[in-house]
C-alpha cells in the first residue's frame, strides 16, 4: 500500500474512533444477537464481535439522520443482513408488496396503506381465471404494476422496458396480457406476429394525455421533443418521437440532451430527471399520480417512528409470485444473450 492512502486511512480511522466506540466487543456483539442469528451460518462469532460495534454505530446513525439504507445482496452479510432491518416504501402498495416478496424476512412499512394503483386495482386473480377461460393454454404475461396476488396467478411477469423481449420469448402465438390494455396495445403494434389480448385497466395519469395534446404542444413550441411512457394510448405514443419506460426515457433524455422535452409521464418525474439535467427544459403539462402524492414527509416520519403500516404478503402467494418474476428475470436475460 502506498504510503499517502495508507495515512488517509489512519487519520479517518482515527477521526471515527473519536466518534464511536468501535473496538471488538463481546458485549455489544451479545446486544445485537438478534441481528446475529441471521448470519450465524456465514460470519464467525470472533468476526461478529469486530462488525457488531460498527453495525451498532450504522443503525444509530440511520435513526438520527433518518435514512433507509436499501442493502443490495451482493453485500457482504454482515452488512446485507445487519443493517437494512427495515424499508420505508416511498411508493405504492404494490411496490412495498415487491419490496416484501424480494425480502421476505425484512419489515416492509408504507407511509399510508390508501396508496394504490388503479392498474393494480383494475385486476384480481379472478379476473386472471377469466382470461385463462377465455383463452385456453394462452399464457398469461403481467405487468409488475399489479398486486402479489395476480402476480402468483400468473405465469410471467414483465416491466415496461421489458416487455417486447418477454411477449416474442414465449413460446405461444397467442398472449394474454394484463392488466394494462395500452402497454399490451402499444406491445401488440412492436410484436405484429403475436396475437396480444388484454385485459381492460389503464393508468389514470397516462390514460389522460391525448394525441391533440401532443400536435398542439408541438405546433405551438418547435423543436420540443416529445417523449411518452408505453402506459399512454397507442395513438398518443405514436404521436411522439421516443416511447420507453422511466429508465428508457432517463436514457434517452441523458444521451440526446435535447434543449426542450415535453415528458408524456408522471410530472414529479421530470423534476427528479431534471436535477441531473439542468440544461434540458422540461415542459408540457403536469399530470401528477394522486395515489403516489399520498406519500408525504409527515407520514413517513410517523411511520418510522410508530412501525405502523408493516406490509404483509401470504408466504403461500409470495413464493409463486416470485416464480412469475424469475421467469421475467430468466427469460429477459435468455433474450438479451
Ligand atoms: S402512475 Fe400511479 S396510477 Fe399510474 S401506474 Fe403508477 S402508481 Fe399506478
Given amino acids: 500500500m502506498k504510503i499517502l492512502p495508507l495515512l488517509d486511512q489512519i487519520a479517518k480511522r482515527a477521526e471515527l474512533a473519536d466518534?464511536?466506540?468501535?473496538?471488538?466487543?463481546?458485549?455489544?456483539?451479545?446486544?445485537?444477537?438478534?441481528?446475529?442469528?441471521?448470519?450465524?451460518?456465514?460470519?464467525?462469532?470472533?468476526?461478529w464481535a469486530i462488525y457488531a460495534p460498527y453495525v451498532a454505530a450504522i443503525?444509530?446513525?440511520?435513526?438520527?439522520?433518518?435514512?433507509?439504507?436499501?442493502?443490495?445482496n451482493y453485500m457482504t452479510p454482515e452488512i446485507y443482513h445487519g443493517i437494512a432491518d427495515v424499508i420505508v416504501q416511498c411508493g405504492v402498495h404494490f411496490m412495498a408488496e415487491t419490496?416484501?416478496?424480494?425480502?421476505?424476512?425484512?419489515?416492509?412499512?408504507?407511509?399510508?396503506?390508501?396508496?394504490?394503483?388503479?392498474?393494480?386495482?383494475?385486476?384480481?386473480?379472478?379476473?386472471?381465471?377469466?382470461?385463462?377461460?377465455?383463452?385456453p393454454g394462452a399464457p398469461v404475461v403481467?405487468?409488475?404494476?399489479?398486486?402479489?396476488?395476480?402476480?402468483?396467478?400468473?405465469?410471467?411477469?414483465?416491466?415496461s422496458s421489458n416487455a417486447v423481449q418477454i411477449v416474442r420469448g414465449l413460446d405461444s402465438e397467442t398472449v394474454i396480457m394484463t392488466p394494462d390494455k395500452y402497454?399490451?396495445?402499444?406491445?401488440?403494434?412492436?410484436?405484429?406476429?403475436?396475437?396480444?389480448?388484454?385485459?381492460?385497466?389503464?393508468?389514470?395519469?397516462?390514460?389522460r394525455f391525448t394525441a391533440q395534446d401532443l400536435k398542439d404542444f408541438r405546433e405551438w413550441n418547435p423543436g420540443t421533443r416529445i417523449i411518452a411512457h408505453p402506459e399512454c394510448p397507442p395513438d398518443v405514443v405514436a404521436e411522439a418521437d421516443f416511447s420507453?419506460?422511466?429508465?428508457?426515457?432517463?436514457?434517452?433524455?441523458?444521451?440526446?440532451?435535447?434543449?426542450?422535452?415535453?415528458?408524456?409521464?408522471?410530472?414529479?418525474?421530470?423534476?427528479?430527471?431534471?436535477?441531473?439535467?439542468?440544461?434540458v427544459d422540461f415542459v408540457g403539462p403536469c399530470n401528477m399520480c394522486p395515489y403516489m402524492k399520498k406519500i408525504t414527509l409527515e407520514k413517513m416520519l410517523w411511520s418510522l417512528h410508530t412501525m405502523e403500516g408493516a406490509v404483509e404478503v401470504d408466504p403461500t402467494v409470495a413464493d409463486k409470485a416470485r416464480i412469475a418474476v424469475q421467469r421475467m428475470i430468466d427469460l429477459s436475460a435468455k433474450m438479451a444473450g
Avoid: F
Fill in 19 to 47: 466518534h464511536y466506540d468501535l473496538s471488538p466487543s463481546l458485549d455489544i456483539a451479545d446486544a445485537q444477537a438478534d441481528l446475529y442469528a441471521r448470519m450465524d451460518r456465514v460470519v464467525t462469532p470472533p468476526d
Fill in 183 to 207: 402497454l399490451a396495445r402499444n406491445i401488440a403494434n412492436l410484436v405484429p406476429k403475436k396475437n396480444i389480448v388484454w385485459w381492460d385497466g389503464a393508468c389514470i395519469v397516462h390514460e
Fill in 99 to 135: 419490496s416484501k416478496i424480494l425480502n421476505p424476512s425484512k419489515t416492509v412499512l408504507i407511509p399510508d396503506m390508501a396508496a394504490g394503483c388503479s392498474l393494480a386495482e383494475s385486476i384480481t386473480a379472478e379476473g386472471i381465471a377469466e382470461m385463462r377461460a377465455k383463452y
Fill in 244 to 279: 420507453g419506460s422511466t429508465s428508457g426515457i432517463i436514457d434517452y433524455v441523458t444521451q440526446q440532451r435535447p434543449e426542450k422535452a415535453m415528458r408524456v409521464t408522471e410530472c414529479s418525474m421530470a423534476s427528479n430527471i431534471s436535477v441531473a439535467l439542468p440544461e
Fill in 142 to 159: 403481467t405487468y409488475v404494476n399489479t398486486t402479489a396476488e395476480v402476480e402468483a396467478a400468473s405465469d410471467i411477469c414483465c416491466t
Fill in 59 to 72: 443503525n444509530e446513525l440511520k435513526k438520527e439522520r433518518n435514512a433507509v439504507i436499501l442493502a443490495h
